[in-house]
């Protein structure tokens, strides 16, 4: 197994193309690319159509996958604001590679399949047996199927294979992003593939957040509004929180607020990166209600929680250090994708190439590409989720009895 990554900050799309597929064939020695992983920065939206048919030129053989973004990820540099085209390439001997495309009806189908029948609907969807170990990458449109809804599906067909990918991001609409998978052009649905044989996908998921206040239930709720926690009001509560908090946390509540909910509820003990990080929405000063960007129910465990650029940094290294030292010897990383959140980056950090720095740091010269997403995928605790504000790191290795995910 051989892995290469690089990007293209040239404006020209073919032009650039062309030199992130010389260099990466390059960097392969001569070993023909089995898999290519591309993501285009919005500058090259309006050569999406010409993708395919240039990349088979430009790397025969090699089935493609990939999507637009607003900003990208390759060799380990984060290219954001300006033209950008990232490009990872893998030979991988032995092992099968099964793509796939699917719209919202596809998933309506699956879910609609009579009890016990849903399994034959997910093989003829994906390509897998139902319970059957494979790695996943997944690609979504924001605007055409619910990336939740269909983790949630893969997780219930196929629950001890793991999963990693992102929503697209760069179109402000729908039909503007685009979805890659071989020779085709897609602007909605998801496009994905699972890799069968000699390769793991192990993952690492850094949400950055930390916990304030206590840990709280939720004793009265309506779909996605928050009406009650422990009694009371929302808002009280926010207002003792903040009546509390230093003042560079109040400063943090002008922007950075946000509601961790529970993910196992069979959970007695909470610490960071226990709970599920979503939006605050809105409050609605009559009622004292907060709507959250989930829906709740009554009994979930919730807690407030504040992201900053230290405890984002902080809980990447921990992560990023944990993977490393539970790893046996010999079980190197080949390659990695990494999924970062547009609200990270330069954005979050004052400077470029902070999540890509960590990482190296930690792991080595690893080929790492990706972009910068409208959401996360990656496992926490062995279920998946869709996330915000992380960076979901899927990293390829040959099999052995290293750590599956942190």
């Known amino acids: 197994?051989?892995?290469?990554?690089?990007?293209?900050?040239?404006?020209?799309?073919?032009?650039?193309?062309?030199?992130?597929?010389?260099?990466v064939r390059g960097r392969l020695g001569g070993d023909r690319p089995d898999l290519a992983v591309v993501f285009l920065s919005e500058h090259h939206r309006s050569s999406h159509a010409r993708l395919g048919d240039l990349a088979r030129r430009e790397l025969p053989g090699a089935?493609?996958?990939?999507?637009?973004?607003?900003?990208?990820?390759g060799g380990g540099r984060e290219v954001e604001g300006r033209p950008g085209l990232s490009l990872t390439v893998s030979s991988l001997p032995g092992v099968e590679l099964r793509p796939f495309h699917l719209e919202l009806d596809d998933l309506e189908r699956l879910g609609a399949s009579p009890a016990g029948h849903e399994g034959s609907a997910g093989a003829e969807l994906f390509g897998a047996s139902p319970g059957?170990?494979?790695?996943?990458?997944?690609l979504s449109d924001p605007f055409s199927i619910d990336a939740e809804r269909l983790v949630r599906a893969l997780d219930r067909l196929f629950p001890g294979s793991r999963k990693v990918g992102g929503v697209a991001s760069g179109g402000r609409q729908p039909g503007e992003n685009v979805l890659l998978l071989g020779d085709r052009v897609h602007r909605s649905g998801a496009v994905g593939l699972t890799l069968g044989g000699p390769i793991?996908?192990?993952?690492?998921?850094?949400?950055?957040?930390?916990?304030?206040?206590?840990?709280m239930f939720v004793t009265r709720c309506r779909g996605n509004l928050?009406?009650?926690v422990d009694g009371r009001r929302p808002v009280e509560v926010l207002q003792e929180l903040y009546g509390e908090a230093s003042p560079r946390d109040q400063e943090l509540f002008r922007s950075s607020l946000?509601?961790?909910?529970?993910?196992?509820?069979?959970?007695?003990?909470?610490?960071?990166?226990?709970?599920?990080v979503r939006n605050l929405l809105g409050v609605d000063e009559e009622s004292g209600a907060v709507a959250i960007g989930a829906l709740l129910h009554p009994a979930q465990v919730v807690q407030f929680h504040l992201r900053d650029a230290e405890t984002s940094a902080q809980d990447l290294e921990r992560r990023l250090a944990s993977y490393r030292e539970a790893a046996p010897a010999g079980a190197l990383p080949e390659g990695a994708l990494l999924f970062s959140c547009l609200g990270r980056g330069e954005h979050l950090y004052g400077r470029p190439d902070h999540d890509s720095e960590a990482f190296r740091r930690h792991l080595g010269e690893v080929p790492l590409g990706g972009f910068f997403c409208n959401g996360e995928i990656g496992p926490v605790q062995g279920t998946t989720f869709l996330h915000g504000y992380t960076s979901a790191f899927g990293i390829f290795r040959a099999p052995s009895r290293a750590p599956s995910s942190a």
């Open 1 to 23: 197994m051989r892995w290469a990554s690089t990007v293209s900050e040239e404006p020209r799309f073919e032009v650039a193309l062309a030199e992130a597929a010389e260099t």
């Open 132 to 138: 059957e170990r494979r790695p996943f990458i997944l």
């Open 63 to 73: 089935l493609l996958i990939g999507c637009s973004a607003k900003s990208v990820i």
């Open 200 to 215: 793991e996908l192990d993952t690492i998921v850094a949400q950055g957040c930390r916990p304030i206040g206590a840990p």
């Open 226 to 228: 928050l009406q009650e």
């Open 258 to 276: 946000f509601l961790g909910i529970e993910m196992r509820e069979s959970q007695s003990e909470y610490q960071q990166g226990d709970f599920l």
